[in-house]
C-alpha cells in the first residue's frame, strides 16, 4: 500500500460516513414519494391496571386477583346454563334464577344485538329470552347450529365457539366491572408510529 492510498484511507471514511446517511434519507423519502406523517397508538397489549385511590385496602395484585375469580366464576356459570338449556331444551329453578338476573344484566344484555323480548319472568319466557340470545334471532336453525357447536366441543375447545366468545365477552365485562368498583383505571400507554402517505381521491 503506497502512501497515497494510506492518506486517502481518512479522506474515504469521512465521505462515507456522512454519505451513506445521506443516501438513506434519500431512499426514505423515495420509498414514501407522497411523504409520511407520525401518530400514536394505544398499546394494548402492555396495558395494566392502576388503583385510583390514595390509601387503597388492598394492593392491585389483590384487586386483581378477586376480580378475575370473579369473572371467572360468572363465565363458568353462564357455560353451565348454556349447555343445560342447549342439551335438555330447559333450566332446572336455579339456573332460571340465574338466566333472569343475567338476561338484564347490562354487561350481558348489552353484547346483545337481538331484540329484548318482553321481560316476563315466567319459565317459558326465561327460556325464550335466553334461547333468542344464543341464536341471535328467533330461527331455531341458528340456535341448533350453536348448541350444537358448543355441546361436541370440549371444554377447552368451547371458548372458540359462538357461545364460548359470548360467555367470554361476558367475563371480560364483569371483570372490568369489577375492577372499576374496586377504583381501578386501565393504564394504556401510546406507540409511536410513521407511515407513508398515499394519494387521496
Known sequence: ?????????????ILMLTCVPMFLLGCASALCPFGSFEGTVPDFKNSYWRTTEKHPAKSDEQVQEECTHAADAEEQRLSQVYLQLCKTGHLTA?????????LVNPLYSGLKSAKAVPQDKSVNSIEA?????????????????????????SAAERTNTLLGLQAGDYKNEVFKQCMAENHMALIVSQTEFSRCKSIGW
Open 1 to 13: 500500500m503506497n502512501k497515497s492510498s494510506i492518506k486517502a484511507f481518512p479522506l474515504l471514511r
Open 129 to 153: 329470552q335466553l334461547r333468542r340470545s344464543i341464536s341471535g334471532s328467533d330461527n331455531s336453525k341458528y340456535l341448533k347450529e350453536n348448541c350444537g357447536y358448543y355441546i361436541e366441543k
Open 94 to 102: 336455579e339456573n332460571q334464577r340465574f338466566a333472569q338476573k343475567l
